[in-house]
């Protein structure tokens, strides 16, 4: 099967989807070390290709557009292309897009205006559970909305210059703010609904980039959403970030790991 990966592209003519992508922070700093247990960095034939998040030691939240055939994570990692002695690697059983994502999305070259891409979430189960440590461990999902103008911080080792294929080696973090759906949707092409969060950076060269999907979105302490989508070149000041709002999801989450386990 090929490889799936959706790189959202904000042209005038639509959006592209060229694989393979994933999301990056650009305008981030480096992360405190070993500050994020719960990044998982997700691997496709040992090459990088987005982010993630540990629920559970049997199990990792990533996108539904980051899905490929076959898949290896590494968990409590701080540096992409060095050795730790403290990070784990684990093969995926099997993973398990949401129903409601449109699957067919990602073998399209171009997404027109007004595309909905709800429901980017997808549960990859690892193959032998991970050890929790000082340096791995879960996160737990919301128990309640998020509040607007919050303060939620974004990390993964997406790429972190708009235009070049540079990834960074250690963890980079950026700070952003919630901002209604209503203020995104109107400076964006695809469909904005109410499972999706947004971030604009009106002035700053700031966002997350190819390489950084799937990853956490942590508002006021909480884990909220996961990098979903937005502009290519990345972080256009003006144009959204899009992040999956994980309350909406929490029933369909602890389903399919229940009835999975």
């Known amino acids: 099967m090929r490889?799936?990966?959706?790189?959202l592209a904000l042209t005038?003519?639509?959006?592209?989807a060229a694989p393979p992508v994933q999301s990056r922070i650009v305008g981030g700093f480096k992360c405190e070390k070993n500050s994020q247990p719960w990044q998982v960095a997700v691997y496709y034939h040992k090459e990088h290709i987005c982010g993630g998040v540990l629920l559970d030691p049997n199990w990792v939240l990533t996108a539904a557009h980051c899905y490929v055939d076959e898949y290896e994570v590494w968990l409590g990692k701080n540096q992409l292309f060095q050795e730790e002695p403290s990070a784990q690697n684990r093969l995926v059983s099997k993973s398990f897009p949401h129903p409601g994502f449109n699957m067919s999305l990602l073998t399209l070259e171009k997404l027109p205006p007004g595309t909905d891409f709800s429901n980017d979430l997808m549960l990859l189960r690892l193959s032998k559970p991970a050890d929790i440590t000082d340096v791995v461990k879960p996160i737990d999902l919301p128990t309640k909305e998020?509040?607007?103008d919050s303060t939620c911080l974004v990390s993964?080792?997406?790429r972190i210059t708009p235009k070049k294929l540079?990834?960074?080696d250690d963890l980079q973090c950026m700070f952003t703010k919630l901002l209604p759906n209503e203020n995104c949707?109107?400076?964006?092409?695809?469909?904005?609904t109410d499972v999706m969060l947004c971030t604009i950076e009106m002035r700053e060269v700031k966002g997350t980039c190819v390489g950084d999907s799937g990853g956490p979105l942590i508002c006021d302490g909480v884990l909220q959403g996961t990098v979903s989508n937005g502009?290519?070149?990345c972080a256009i000041p003006g144009v959204p970030a899009i992040?999956?709002?994980l309350i909406k999801f929490n029933s369909w989450i602890k389903d399919t790991m229940m009835k999975n386990a």
């Open 12 to 16: 005038l003519g639509g959006i592209d």
């Open 231 to 233: 502009p290519d070149p």
């Open 3 to 7: 490889f799936l990966i959706l790189f």
């Open 156 to 158: 993964g080792w997406g």
């Open 185 to 192: 949707a109107k400076n964006y092409i695809l469909k904005v």
């Open 146 to 148: 998020p509040k607007l």
């Open 166 to 168: 540079q990834k960074p």
């Open 243 to 245: 992040y999956t709002n």
